[in-house]
Nanobody, 114 residues
Framework: VQLQASGGGSVQAGKSLRLSCRAS????????MGWYRQAPGKQRELVAD???????NYAESVKGRFTISRDNARNTVYLQMDSLKPEDTAVYYC?????????WGQGTQVTVSS
């Protein structure tokens, strides 16, 4: 499975960004797609994920500000990030996991300035 992410960038606090990630290759139907992030000097952490049935899970720090969604026909997951804060600055990684695989995208930088 290959994951191609896009949509990162630099914005001011309070603004919005939207990340996209498209999966390709041999994709199992029962999968969870999500986003993780890693800030400098910190461990990679879950931001949000979504099952193929649409069940979502969010980190407490992004609840109410970020929205994850997916288009199963396009094997694509999105992360709408609103009301961004400087502490959201990190490299964001797309992830797809199944019973067989745990695949990562290349990472996209999100920088939020105050």
């Amino acid at each position: 499975v290959q994951l191609q992410a896009s949509g990162g960038g630099s914005v001011q606090a309070g603004k919005s960004l939207r990340l996209s990630c498209r999966a390709s290759g041999r994709i199992l139907s029962l999968n969870i797609m999500g986003w993780y992030r890693q800030a400098p000097g910190k461990q990679r952490e879950l931001v949000a994920d979504c099952t193929i049935g649409g069940v979502t899970n969010y980190a407490e720090s992004v609840k109410g500000r970020f929205t994850i969604s997916r288009d199963n026909a396009r094997n694509t997951v999105y992360l709408q990030m609103d009301s961004l804060k400087p502490e959201d600055t990190a490299v964001y990684y797309c992830n797809m996991r199944t019973w067989r695989d745990n695949s990562w995208g290349q990472g996209t930088q999100v920088t939020v300035s105050s």
